[in-house]
């Protein structure tokens, strides 16, 4: 049996169609509200001031995760690697050497 699954955003401030949830945090509290494009207009609007003056906060940032092709090419330059001998991690960074190798045998 097939199921479609149909998410529609509203708008919390004025109950139109919202195009995007937009987060916030203010004094530590995390918060999202979804919102229309002009409404998410006015937000930003509203703080601009406020962010021209402000700095970014600290802690680390967000990693993106890797796409499949990548993991799939590194995988591919350590097959490589390993069947000419050259030693590689099972993880990790690839050495430039070996991937300027790799790039040159291709």
């Known amino acids: 049996m097939a199921q479609q699954v149909i998410k529609r955003l509203i708008d919390d401030l004025d109950g139109t169609e919202a195009e995007k949830?937009?987060?916030?945090?203010?004094?530590?509290v995390a918060y999202e509200i979804d919102l229309s494009a002009d409404n998410a207009k006015k937000l930003l609007a509203g703080l601009s001031p406020?962010?021209?003056?402000?700095?970014r906060a600290g802690g680390p940032?967000?990693?993106?995760?890797?796409?499949?092709?990548?993991?799939e090419r590194g995988a591919d330059i350590r097959a490589w690697a390993k069947a000419r001998g050259?030693?590689?991690?099972?993880?990790?960074?690839?050495?430039?050497?070996?991937?300027?190798?790799?790039?040159?045998?291709?």
């Open 21 to 28: 949830t937009v987060p916030f945090s203010i004094d530590g």
């Open 50 to 55: 406020f962010i021209e003056h402000a700095r």
């Open 61 to 71: 940032k967000r990693r993106q995760a890797r796409a499949a092709s990548s993991r």
């Open 86 to 106: 050259i030693q590689v991690n099972e993880r990790g960074r690839i050495p430039a050497t070996v991937v300027e190798e790799y790039e040159r045998a291709k």
